[in-house]
């Protein structure tokens, strides 16, 4: 079982910064990738950024909307992913969820494939 809490969550205008962190426990090999997803109101539940857990190869996938904007970075030795967001706009608005997925069938691409998730942090971007 894998414990992941967030942090960092809270309101900015437009073109604002906020940078989100989440704390995993144990963080190990049995994570196969971790990442950041969101939900806004009345929408379904989105995968923002996911990169592959402790010495685990392979690329930092962003989706679309956020590319150039956000960047996603983990610190192995303090067991922290961190989501720093820039030039933020009011679409940016959801409850931000880290995540991570199971080695052995966990799979960050699929909302429906991820094992874990964080209790959850309001971002509110005011236009």
């Known amino acids: 079982q894998v414990q992941l809490v967030e942090s960092g969550g809270g309101s900015v205008q437009a073109g604002g910064s906020l940078r989100l962190s989440c704390a995993a426990s144990p963080y190990s090999y049995s994570i196969y990738c971790i990442g950041w997803f969101r939900q806004a109101p009345g929408k379904e539940r989105e995968r923002v950024a996911s990169i592959f857990g402790p010495g685990g190869p392979g690329p930092i996938i962003y989706a679309d909307s956020v590319k150039g904007r956000f960047t996603i970075s983990q610190d192995d030795a303090s067991a922290t992913l961190s989501l720093q967001m820039n030039s933020l706009v009011h679409e940016d608005t959801a409850m931000y969820y880290c995540?991570?997925?199971?080695?052995?069938?966990?799979?960050?691409?699929?909302?429906?494939?991820?094992?874990?998730w964080g209790q959850g942090t309001q971002v509110t971007v005011s236009s």
């Open positions: 995540a991570a997925a199971a080695r052995g069938g966990g799979n960050c691409g699929d909302v429906r494939s991820v094992n874990y």
